[in-house]
Nanobody, 115 residues
């Protein structure tokens, strides 16, 4: 099982980034997918989640209206489009796959918002 995030980097406030998470080793379309983030000294928090077929999405209050989660089951990939980035969005972003009692994490990708 592998989840590989990419797309992180350094961006100025107000900018945009698109994160990707490519999955392998399990039936991607059977898993709900989510993005979490963890800033230095803070607990890991849920950013967004999407159901198996993509029909249901949920967002953390701090990112509503700015971030969009989507998935392509044909490509085994989940995305996080991040717009209007703020300094407080700086964190390591992780994707997670969940099905019943099973959960898999990626290794994370760093997003730094700085002027």
């Amino acid at each position: 099982v592998q989840l590989v995030e990419s797309g992180g980097g350094l961006v100025q406030p107000g900018g945009s980034l698109r994160l990707s998470c490519v999955a392998s080793g399990f039936t991607f379309s059977s898993y709900d997918m989510s993005w979490y983030r963890q800033a230095p000294g803070k607990e890991r928090e849920l950013v967004a989640l999407i159901s198996r077929a993509g029909g249901i999405t949920r967002y953390g209050d701090s990112v509503k209206g700015r971030f969009t989660i989507s998935r392509d089951n044909a490509k085994n990939t989940v995305y996080l489009q991040m717009n209007s980035l703020k300094l407080e969005d700086t964190a390591v972003y992780y994707c997670k796959a969940v099905h019943l009692s099973r959960g898999y994490w990626g290794q994370g990708t760093q997003v730094t918002v700085s002027s």
